[in-house]
């Protein structure tokens, strides 16, 4: 149409010849950097010492870090409901209008907020970083996977896996460059934070403009070459389309839903008390003196589960080509939950190099969950509107980010009333975690295909499914 | 990159190269120099673990 802009769907369809393997560095280009909003703590201690100028010693004005923590908060709750609600209008104007629309968000997000950070005025840090920002997150996060699901149709877990191991990755690469950039502008402005997050949007911004104008979708009739659809007959992968509104009407979502939702909040779980329960657990009071756990081999054991958690996206998602989705959902679930119940033990009898493996293995399928969501959505519901679904399920993590820390917090907190120290304060955190991933097993377990009666009439196309 | 033997059949090969190409390899480069950068960062943080 001559009509269109550069950004309309019909303006992406790959011509004859297009390179697919160019995909995965498009959508990795919009998730590395939204990965970021892993790495906000890194401004933690800066933002609450903006007056004071002393991370140590905040003045009573200074931000504090429960004000601050509301930030990343707001964010991942927004990731969900813009991924809910923006996902239709995604299947509708296609990837690259998305991503340019996450890149706004997500870069404006940062410089919203640094005016709010130059200010002091935390409700403009709210709402720049955490609803802009957010909803950047949200977009961001959908808008490649329904693409690359129809370019890898031989490979959705491979194809899924590497984009969404770039949401991992994001934060490796976000904080240790918050980092430098905060030590370079520490002479102009408090703590270096505001001009550091106007650097960094405007880095995002134009970093995440490769995806957007790399991303192309694939003619209605692509197929990779050589690839034939097998014809053997797999119960567990549909033959049919669902769209997003009748898919939120079957079990079969909401199943899926609670795999998600359980399966990350157990590996919050884990994240949220890596570093103090290392500590803790593995004391010189413990261990003997100077051989226990120091804050930086803590340090090095967080980001040691941050390498697993992102290998894990890769792998586990890689995996489940081979292996199917519904027996990876119950490899996470049932080897979780002995491992989640090992890990006290672990802990009571100082068995460091084994408490560390463990931890290794668990946050890897805590990353793979994520990653083998939508290649299961696709083979439950079709690719139609894969995206859509996706953002829908996405509810499922920021209701996972509110109850994770919250049973975590609880637990703990009892733990210590009761006088309890080291592993045991832990125990019963990691013990209620295996138990939810006991309710994960079994709402996996039940995952059976979905009825016809849900299925499209007739040919779909994608101009039909954004009406 | 060239299509798994396994998944290949008699229907004629078409759109995809067979292989990557220059600017397949740019890209890659693109996204993976930064995440090379970080992933090499968090692995040097984590080596305090081991000392």
């Known amino acids: ?467 | 990159m060239s299509t798994p033997a396994n998944l290949s059949s008699a229907t004629p090969p078409a759109q995809e190269p067979a292989a990557v190409g220059g600017s397949a390899i740019l890209a890659w480069l693109y996204v993976g120099i930064p995440l090379a950068w970080g992933v090499s960062q968090t692995f040097i943080k984590a080596l305090a673990l081991f000392k």
């Open chain 1, 1 to 467: 149409m001559a009509n269109d802009s550069l950004l309309d769907r019909s303006r992406t369809i790959a011509g004859p010849g297009y390179n697919r393997w160019l995909i995965p560095p498009a959508a990795l280009a919009i998730h590395l950097a939204i990965g970021q909003a892993y790495a906000f703590s890194v401004f933690n201690k800066p933002l609450g010492a903006l007056i004071s100028g002393d991370v140590s010693n905040p003045a009573p004005d200074d931000w504090t870090p429960t004000q601050i923590g509301i930030t990343f908060s707001i964010a991942i709750v927004l990731l969900g409901l813009s991924a809910a609600v923006f996902g239709k209008w995604l299947e509708r104007v296609g990837p690259r209008k998305a991503m340019l629309a996450s890149a706004l968000c997500f870069g404006g997000g940062f410089l919203i907020a640094s005016l709010g950070i130059h200010l002091h005025n935390i409700w403009l840090l709210y709402f720049g970083y955490g609803f802009v920002g957010g909803i950047g997150l949200g977009i961001g996060y959908i808008s490649p996977v329904s693409t690359l699901i129809k370019w890898f149709p031989d490979r959705k877990g491979v194809a899924t896996g590497m984009a969404i191991m770039g949401f991992g990755g994001g934060a490796m690469i976000g904080s240790p460059l918050a980092n430098n950039l905060m030590n370079h502008f520490k002479d102009s402005a408090p703590q270096g934070v505001a001009p550091t997050f106007i650097v960094m949007g405007l880095i995002y911004l134009v970093f995440m403009q490769f995806g957007v104008w790399t991303i192309r979708v694939p003619a209605d009739d692509w197929k990779p070459a050589g690839y034939v659809p097998s014809t053997e007959h797999n119960e567990m992968i549909t033959t049919g389309n669902v769209s997003a509104d009748n898919a939120i009407k079957t079990p079969q979502f909401w199943l899926l839903w609670v795999v998600l939702l359980t399966n990350v909040t157990a590996g919050i779980g884990v994240l949220e008390t890596a570093s103090p329960l290392v500590q803790e657990t593995f004391s010189d009071g413990a261990m003997g003196a100077g051989r226990g756990v120091t804050a930086a081999a803590a340090a090095g054991f967080v980001g040691l589960l941050s390498l697993f958690n992102l290998l894990g996206r890769f792998f586990w998602s890689s995996a489940s080509d081979r292996l199917g989705r519904k027996t990876t959902y119950a490899i996470y679930f049932g080897l979780g939950i002995l491992l989640y119940a090992l890990v006290p033990t672990l802990g009571r009898s100082l068995q460091l190099t084994l408490f560390v493996v463990v931890a290794c293995v668990i946050i890897s399928m805590y990353g793979g969950g994520f990653a083998t969501v939508p290649a299961y959505l696709s083979d439950m519901f079709g690719k139609y509107q894969v995206g859509a679904i996706h953002g829908r399920l996405l509810t499922a993590w920021s209701t996972a980010g509110v109850l994770g820390p919250l049973i975590v917090h609880t637990l703990h907190e009892h733990a210590q009333e009761q006088g309890l120290k080291g592993a045991a304060a832990y125990q019963n955190v990691f013990y209620t975690m295996a138990g939810v991933l006991v309710v994960g097993l079994l709402a996996n377990l039940a995952v059976r295909p979905v009825k016809e009666d849900y299925y499209e009439k007739g040919p779909v196309t994608i101009e039909a499914g954004g009406h």
